[in-house]
């Protein structure tokens, strides 16, 4: 089996592509480097092919495709916070990179896909666990909004073509390769000034997180369980954590004290959901059950960033 | 007031200009002339402005922008039918399109977008009469998650920038200067030949229908109450039809007895909700009241498109 993964050299991309690799694919690695890392696949090199190109380069995506058999595509842009900077950018690598590796399947003729989605897509819920079939949301964010009419795209090419898909709707993932989000940059901070920290919003925000191999374990799971044309699933713990929570645990573990000073308000910034909590029950039913909590995983995510201390300093 | 109206020469636009124009604004018409008529303008010619444009065409868009008080967004592809055929130009023209009309409203400084987007985007729903807030749907044509991913962008553009969205999702419209869609299509089919008609799937296809003049009604209605950032207002009927119902009308007016032959199965192509039918209680609490039933709007559409038989004729 072929499987080609775009944005395989990322944070939750390599992880897959280990594991994909492990169980005896051969892996096409399709990624424009923008944050992943080639030091990233070095687990998997021997079987996986890496070829450097971005979802907009259709031509290139195009030709990198054949001989496929599945499809997972993750390669997007993820920066929620900085939507309102360049809006178009979420529109371009997600949206229309996604039509652009459907289209690309079509012509390539590979129907299998898995995608990474987001539980942005629910806006500011109504509904605590949020299930997959809540009502209709709003979108909040660009970053939502994109991943949305990815979703949309998907499941039209499902209908029209035969495609059979997997869509899996993520909290914040964290882990080993963690690339960015607010543990990424409470670290970085913390390490250049243990003194203080600026926290985004008024620290009450509740998220949930999940760790990144629970995460694959997820999507390995789902792929092998009896599936329709289109599957839509939750992925998170069943925990929720206060940002101010986090705080605390990764200010223990970098043994700081640092003075804290909230920016204030509800949200940390334009688009942030102040509860994000999924509603996990339909993958759960088939099996998965997520083994690192929220704060095993933040404290896997800090130890692993002190141990990988170039990282911090590798984003602007 | 200056109004800016994408779409302007087209069906529902034509008569949406002529009405802003009756009550006093000043009227841009930014439209590519793809399905629009320059004589659809007629009416309105001293109090508006024509201006052909592409919404793809971003600097001539943003120029044309200027000075506008409010946008009316509903140059799109409407062809639900043959997306399978073409699903960039949905892509394109609906939701990259609708992304240039919000960037060059930005750009402006425009705060106030209509948008009409569809009851395609609840996909086949479980729940009828269809609300407003119905459960996560799944896209099932092209045409449908193009509007989605517009009703997205919308959204997250109100909560970055601080516009006001009214959002319109409106079953299929019928009256004159109809340009498309099942009662011109068949219109021309049986003015071509009386004896025999095609009907794309079993006939049974349920759908709802308004009539244009009460459409207009209800976005002029729904502008003039007071409003949230985003209003979203299903537009529809209380009533459906069969497609056998609508053929029966529009055989008796035509004065014809075709042989019907089906093309057989739940939907006419692929997309093609086997069902719609709207919950449109948001909307008539704002004390809206369609005036025309479905069948007297096909009768409409019928006579208008018999006296105007060019039309028939126009179209590829």
Redesign the interface.
Request: glycine share 14%.
């Given at each position: 089996m072929r499987a080609f993964v775009t944005g395989g050299a990322g944070f939750i991309g390599s992880h897959l592509v280990d594991r994909l690799a492990a169980s005896g694919y051969s892996v096409v690695v399709f990624d424009n480097f923008s944050t992943g890392r080639r030091d990233f696949l070095d687990g998997a090199r021997d079987r996986c092919r890496i070829i450097e190109g971005d979802v907009l380069d259709r031509v290139r995506l195009g030709a990198a495709m054949a001989g496929t058999d599945v499809v997972f595509h993750l390669a997007a842009n993820a920066d929620v916070r900085f939507?309102?900077h360049h809006?178009?950018k979420d529109?371009q690598q997600n949206?229309?990179g996604t039509?652009n590796v459907l289209?690309a399947m079509r012509e390539a003729g590979v129907q299998r896909l898995v995608f990474t989605s987001t539980g942005s897509v629910y806006?500011e819920p109504s509904v605590f666990p949020t299930p997959?079939?809540?009502?209709?949301?709003?979108?909040?964010?660009?970053y939502?909004?994109?991943k949305?009419?990815g979703?949309?795209?998907i499941?039209?090419?499902c209908?029209?073509?035969g495609f059979q898909a997997h869509i899996f709707r993520l909290v914040s993932v964290l882990g080993e390769r963690n690339t960015h989000g607010h543990v990424f940059d409470f670290c970085r901070a913390l390490l250049t000034d243990p003194s203080q920290l600026r926290v985004l919003g008024n620290g009450r925000q509740r998220k949930s997180y999940v760790y990144v191999h629970d995460c694959i374990d997820a999507i390995l799971l789902a792929l092998d369980r009896p599936s329709r044309r289109?599957n839509i699933f939750n992925v998170g713990t069943t925990e929720h954590a206060e940002v101010n929570d986090s705080v605390r645990w990764i200010s223990d573990r970098l043994d700081v004290k640092p003075a804290i000073e909230y920016s204030g308000g509800a949200r940390g910034w334009?688009?942030d959901s102040p509860f994000i909590f999924l509603d996990t029950s339909k993958l759960r039913a088939l099996g998965w059950v997520p083994r690192v909590s929220i704060k095993d995983a933040v404290i896997k995510t800090v130890d692993y960033l002190v141990e990988q201390r170039h990282l911090l300093d590798s984003r602007p």
């Open positions: 939507g309102t809006p178009e529109l949206t229309v039509f289209s806006g997959e079939d809540a009502p209709f949301p709003t979108q909040t964010s660009f939502g909004a994109s949305l009419a979703e949309g795209l499941s039209a090419f209908e029209a073509y289109l334009v688009g």
